[in-house]
């Protein structure tokens, strides 16, 4: 969750972007990124989330109080500061939560480990210094 760093606050200056190229997976809600699931930066916190979790625009101070997107967690705290000031008020557009889909999870791995016939197996796979992925 944003937390102010060295006195600032979320939104005061620019975030220092986490590279594409480190991210596999949506840092809020963990969904896999895909060619339909695309990378988004939050403008306030540098996170790189999906695009439902960065639906949102909120003002920010480094960019003279013009919307931009943001993630969930950075809108609900950048609400609360600066939700209040009438002329900020209006630049702020929460997502809709209402067509919100949860990622897809077919049914047939939709199974209990504890349930009765169900087992798990596989190996456990490690990634070398050298980029290869070998058995554990």
Not at 35 to 56: E, F, K, P, S, T
Not at 62 to 79: H, N, S
Request: net charge positive; with cysteine.
């Amino acid at each position: 969750h944003p937390q102010p760093v060295l006195g600032y606050m979320i939104g005061d200056c620019g975030p220092v972007w986490v590279p594409d190229h480190h991210v596999t997976m949506c840092q809020a809600c963990n969904c896999n990124f895909t060619l339909v699931i695309r990378r988004h930066h939050c403008r306030a916190c540098g996170r790189v989330v999906c695009y439902q979790c960065a639906d949102n625009t909120a003002p920010l101070r480094y960019r003279q109080f013009q919307p931009a997107r943001v993630c969930d967690a950075c809108y609900g705290v950048l609400e609360k500061v600066l939700g209040k000031d009438e002329v900020l008020k209006s630049k702020f557009k929460k997502r809709d939560s209402s067509r919100t889909v949860g990622p897809y999870i077919p049914q047939r791995l939709k199974v209990y480990a504890n349930c009765e016939g169900s087992q798990m197996s596989g190996y456990l796979r490690q990634k070398h210094k050298n980029g290869k992925w070998r058995r554990s």
